[in-house]
């Protein structure tokens, strides 16, 4: 995790209680827009933040984008400042490169494809002026599937569950994360070893476990698209379509993140379930001839053993700034196993392979 700030910018990290950080602009929000190939969403995210009514440091981070999003987005939005990376950085590395750069009290991590409803950043705002509070979102009105989350928990196994009702949260999307500054730097920011997906759930899941709360702030609603960079994994009435990368992803990933955030001793009874489901989530893909997409799941477990040393190191950071039991983290899971429900009621997930 390479999150923390670039110390000729910021200087010396706030505290717990929440002192900001030398060289950090109070009360400025910094919305860092982590895009690839984001079209014409871009534009619209863009748009959305400049009729928020309180002052954004707007940073887009162009991941090797050839659409001409970032062109457009230059040529509308003067004010907007562009990172370009060398390389596709993904989710967790773009965002962190952003807010190396960002000056803002408070940090706003955004997916091109989400527009913020009117005064959005003001309701965030005020839930993240609760010094207890780490992390927040906005409700998410989801077009893909036509309903609107507050917020998400995982099952037992790290599978996502989407909220349909305020209550405390687990963790809030990354498409539309706020946090405070230093608690980003505190915490290391995103694992960038995890390119996408499930950044988000470890992030908060950090927070957590260090005493701070995750919420979804009152009156704060965004839309989300869905897919507009990477195609699929949204659930609608006729099933999930989802692609080979999401669920690689996923499953590597969500392993990761439970050998770093599980205490002992959960960690010893869930990581084997995990590692056991996922071995058997690639044979029944092998069986209906999902071939890649099984050989992708098994070299996930493959990653988790070559990564081993480096996230047990992350571990030991981990659980050495606990300040909560893993009782209360269960308190906000979801008592249930995620995957085995949608297999039930859904059948095998639609999976592109290419």
């Known amino acids: 995790m390479t999150g923390g700030r670039d110390p000729s910018i910021v200087g010396s990290i706030g505290n717990q209680d929440g002192n900001v950080s030398r060289g950090v602009r109070a009360g400025l929000v910094s919305?860092?827009?982590?895009?690839?190939?984001?079209g014409e969403f871009l534009q619209r995210c863009l748009i959305s933040l400049r009729e928020q009514r309180v002052p954004l440091e707007i940073v887009v981070v162009d991941n090797g984008s050839s659409d001409g999003s970032v062109a457009e987005a230059v040529r509308r939005f003067p004010e907007v400042q562009v990172m370009r990376p060398a390389e596709n950085l993904g989710f967790a590395g773009g965002a962190n490169l952003g807010a190396r750069r960002a000056r803002g009290e408070f940090l706003l991590f955004l997916n091109p494809d989400v527009e913020l409803v009117p005064g959005c950043v003001e309701a965030l705002l005020r839930e993240l002026s609760d010094p207890r509070v780490a992390v927040c979102g906005p409700a998410l009105r989801q077009l893909a599937s036509g309903v609107v989350e507050f917020g998400a928990t995982v099952d037992l196994l790290g599978y996502p569950v989407a909220l349909s009702v305020m209550r405390a949260p687990l963790f809030v999307?990354?498409?539309?994360?706020?946090?405070?500054?230093?608690?980003?730097?505190?915490?290391?920011?995103?694992?960038?070893?995890?390119?996408?997906?499930?950044?988000?759930?470890?992030?908060?899941?950090?927070a957590l476990l260090r005493g701070w709360d995750v919420r979804v702030a009152n009156g704060a609603v965004a839309v989300h698209a869905g897919g507009a960079s990477t195609p699929g994994g949204y659930l609608t009435e006729e099933g999930l379509d989802t692609t080979r990368?999401?669920?690689?992803?996923?499953?590597?990933?969500?392993?990761?993140?439970?050998?770093?955030?599980?205490?002992?001793?959960?960690?010893?009874?869930?990581?084997?379930?995990?590692?056991?489901?996922?071995?058997?989530?690639?044979?029944?893909?092998?069986?209906?001839?999902?071939?890649?997409?099984?050989?992708?799941?098994?070299?996930?477990?493959?990653?988790?053993?070559?990564?081993?040393?480096?996230?047990?190191a992350l571990r030991r950071d981990v659980q050495a700034g606990r300040r909560i039991s893993d009782w209360k983290v269960l308190t906000r899971m979801a008592l249930t196993l995620r995957k085995v429900e949608l297999l039930i009621r859904y059948g095998i997930p639609r999976i592109q392979e290419s």
């Open 173 to 206: 999307s990354g498409c539309a994360l706020a946090t405070r500054a230093d608690v980003f730097d505190a915490l290391g920011g995103f694992d960038e070893r995890f390119f996408l997906f499930v950044e988000d759930v470890d992030y908060c899941w950090r």
């Open 245 to 312: 990368m999401r669920v690689a992803l996923r499953e590597r990933n969500t392993l990761a993140m439970m050998l770093k955030c599980w205490g002992a001793p959960s960690w010893a009874l869930v990581v084997p379930a995990y590692v056991v489901q996922g071995v058997l989530t690639a044979l029944l893909l092998g069986v209906l001839g999902r071939f890649r997409t099984a050989a992708s799941i098994l070299g996930g477990l493959a990653w988790n053993v070559c990564e081993l040393p480096h996230t047990l």
């Open 31 to 38: 919305a860092i827009v982590v895009n690839y190939e984001g």
